[in-house]
């Protein structure tokens, strides 16, 4: 067990699966370059040779299909995208072949694929650099997704989607990368498909994924002096959705709010109240809330992300209003930060 | 291009093939050349018999008229070779020796078909051959014959991986980032493409410029290439036979192949559709005159007892289809099995 970073313990993680399977091969645009993709991919063909890992042509679609091609064959490939948007020019590949091919072919292949986003937001990153499309991945059936919030979290599930025998979309928040925590030695995994309850509580249930937890945690931090105490379960597989245990909170809380990184219409988080409204009614003691981006493109300037994101007191405020509060100002007490658009001063940007 | 000009074949490939004169075409290639040629076309004869009794219900691209091409090959590869294919597939299911009842019966959709009739016509398998699954998007499986060859090259393996494309793929920009890729990694595949000339009803002459060569576009990537006659089955295997030796014995990388061939029929479906207007019926009579089967016999008279040979054929094929007609669909509740694999 060690303290470290979002971005080392990924970086560990592959190096832990290279290490045990020779199988495993990690390519990406940037993989070998000096910054090694934020630093995860920084040593690894050293360590491994260059048949493993590899820089790559800009050939997103190409490129995912060559990974399909050789995980059919019996290597397991991790593939890395600095950003999220890149990776759309290669949705026929996953789409059309990875996520179908173990059902279309009845069970003769199967991909074990793992596909590492990082997604974000702030510092300008604009329409076109910061689209958090979970919904997207988790509406095709045959993928799975997945979305760590801590260093341990990203270890043990980055692991667990290598050594699946299916293509999991594996999404990284930016604002994570350098975010610590105790992580667990060797070959460390946590299964996919299973929720995480990071805090207890009677009073109102929120559901989390990835940076958004963070924001979560200081807001249920705020509503304590409030004497609300929240039940807060962090997602960590958008598919397959781990609906029991959200179920199970709600039949304790009645409440729930449900925080979504994507914009709102489709979102994981409209899907996750859909479900919850069909299957349990009578657990709602009141009616449920969600909280996503707009449905409009993030806008690129300083003073047009003022307010934009989604904060601890929004999350807050919206808990405090259902359980009728007042006198209450989150918005004073937790502000958005300033600057407004940076995880924290140890960012200096660029992305 | 005028009309003399389009029907011109090439017989000469772009690179220097060296003459070969022990060239091991002996009577058993000739017999198991034409027994796979004849099969081909009898089999997809057979499906455009029976299609329109509505028993095979999906969508099914036929290759009559293309049948040399994968009959050339089908000596060449053996089964730790991967293919990969299209829409337009079977004769390389075939080829690759692919089982005919398990085709069949994937197109009626029975359980017994390769797929369990979760595929249909566009997505054969054969994993213990080779056959790596066949795509219904034009130049989808592109990349993963490309992924195949760079799994054979870490594992040092000494196989090929074979990609069929039609036309219509060079058009898409999958092809050039593959093409690229393989030539990057100097990887063992074989881009083998069938120019059929149209991509549906739409002609070479509206969808890529006049006069531009499709395999002289694959060497400006920096791809080994060759343009031979795919109705000429023996010349197109003399082709495929060098560039496979050469892929395997001397790591040349990845090559690119142009044949020239026709499909006969409509793109989707048993009819012929020469009336529609977009292709002339002379053009179609002229290719029908360089008939891959018709010609394959007139060249090699003497040998063969072609006779016995095609009531072999027959019977698999009878054999398939009585079987296919009669196989169980699958359950219902297969329908939900086999999302994720466990």
Redesign the interface.
């Given at each position: 067990m060690k303290n470290i970073t979002f971005a080392n313990s990924i970086n560990e993680a592959i190096k832990v699966a290279m290490s045990i399977d020779k199988n495993v091969?990690c390519y990406g645009l940037g993989a070998t370059d000096p910054k090694g993709i934020f630093g995860t991919t920084v040593g690894l063909e050293e360590k491994f040779g260059s048949?493993?890992v590899f820089d790559?042509?800009t050939?997103e679609?190409?490129?995912?299909?060559?990974?399909?091609?050789?995980?059919?064959?019996?290597?397991k490939t991790i593939m890395t995208h600095q950003r999220l948007d890149f990776f759309l020019l290669a949705m026929?590949?996953i789409v059309?072949?990875a996520a179908k091919?173990?059902?279309?072919?009845?069970?003769?292949?199967?991909?074990p694929l793992t596909v590492r986003l990082i997604l974000g937001r702030g510092w300008g990153q604009g329409p076109t650099h910061s689209q958090n499309l979970q919904s997207w991945f988790a509406h095709i059936?045959?993928l799975?997704v997945v979305m760590p919030s801590s260093a341990e979290d990203a270890k043990g599930l980055l692991l667990s989607s290598i050594f699946d025998?299916?293509p999991v979309i594996f999404l990284e928040h930016r604002w994570l990368h350098n975010s610590s925590s105790e992580v667990p030695d060797g070959d460390y995994r946590i299964p996919l498909g299973k929720a995480k309850k990071i805090k207890e509580g009677n009073d109102f249930t929120i559901v989390s994924m990835s940076y958004l937890t963070a924001e979560a945690l200081i807001a249920a931090k705020y509503l304590k002096q409030f004497g609300i105490e929240v039940d807060l379960i962090d997602l960590r597989s958008i598919k397959p959705l781990d609906i029991d245990t959200i179920v199970s909170s709600l039949s304790k809380t009645g409440r729930i709010l449900v925080l979504d990184t994507g914009a709102s219409t489709c979102s994981v988080a409209s899907d996750i109240i859909s479900k919850l409204s069909t299957k349990c009614f009578s657990y709602f003691k009141d009616s449920p809330c969600i909280l996503t981006m707009p449905d409009i493109p993030e806008p690129t300037s300083f003073e047009l992300t003022k307010g934009f994101y989604i904060r601890a007191a929004d999350i807050a405020n919206e808990i405090l209003q259902k359980l009728k509060i007042e006198n209450a100002n989150p918005y004073k007490d937790i502000p958005e930060p300033d600057p407004h658009d940076i995880p924290g001063e140890w960012f200096k940007g660029p992305f | 291009m005028d009309e003399k000009d389009k029907f011109k074949l090439i017989h000469k490939s772009m690179f220097n093939l060296e003459e070969n004169q022990n060239s091991e075409i002996n009577e058993d290639i000739i017999k198991r050349t034409y027994y796979m040629l004849k099969k081909i076309r009898s089999v997809e004869e057979r499906i455009a018999e029976e299609y329109p009794y509505n028993e095979i219900r999906c969508p099914t691209h036929l290759s009559i008229g293309q049948e040399g091409v994968p009959a050339a090959i089908s000596t060449l590869v053996n089964d730790h070779d991967y293919f990969v294919s299209t829409h337009r597939g079977h004769a390389h299911y075939l080829a690759k020796g692919g089982d005919l009842n398990k085709m069949i019966a994937e197109i009626y959709g029975k359980t017994t078909g390769c797929a369990g009739g979760k595929g249909g016509s566009m997505h054969l398998i054969d994993k213990q051959k080779g056959f790596m699954g066949t795509s219904a998007i034009v130049g989808n499986s592109i990349p993963l014959g490309v992924g195949l060859a760079l799994s054979n090259k870490l594992k040092k393996k000494n196989s090929i991986s074979c990609i069929f494309i039609g036309d219509g793929a060079i058009e898409e920009g999958v092809f050039y980032e593959s093409l690229n890729f393989a030539v990057l990694k100097n990887l063992p595949v074989v881009f083998i493409c069938e120019n059929n000339l149209y991509s549906v009803y739409s002609p070479l002459s509206v969808r890529q410029p006049e006069g531009r060569s499709i395999n002289l576009l694959a060497k400006a990537i920096g791809a080994n290439v060759a343009h031979a006659d795919g109705n000429n089955v023996l010349e197109s295997r003399k082709v495929l036979k060098e560039i496979i030796t050469k892929i395997k014995t001397c790591e040349s990388g990845p090559w690119f192949i142009e044949f020239d061939t026709y499909r006969w029929r409509e793109h989707c479906g048993y009819q012929f559709d020469n009336h529609l207007g977009y292709r002339d019926e002379n053009e179609y009579l002229a290719w029908k005159k360089r008939d891959p089967l018709e010609l394959f016999k007139k060249n090699n008279q003497v040998l063969i007892d072609y006779g016995k040979i095609d009531k072999f054929i027959e019977s698999e094929i009878e054999e398939a289809f009585r079987k296919s007609k009669t196989d169980p669909f699958p359950e219902k509740s297969e329908a939900y099995q086999k999302l994720y694999a466990e």
């Open positions: 091969i048949e493993r790559m042509p050939s679609n190409a490129m995912t299909g060559v990974a399909i091609g050789a995980s059919i064959s019996g290597m026929d590949q059309n072949s091919m173990h059902y279309m072919f009845n069970g003769e292949l199967n991909v059936p045959g799975k025998p299916n | -």
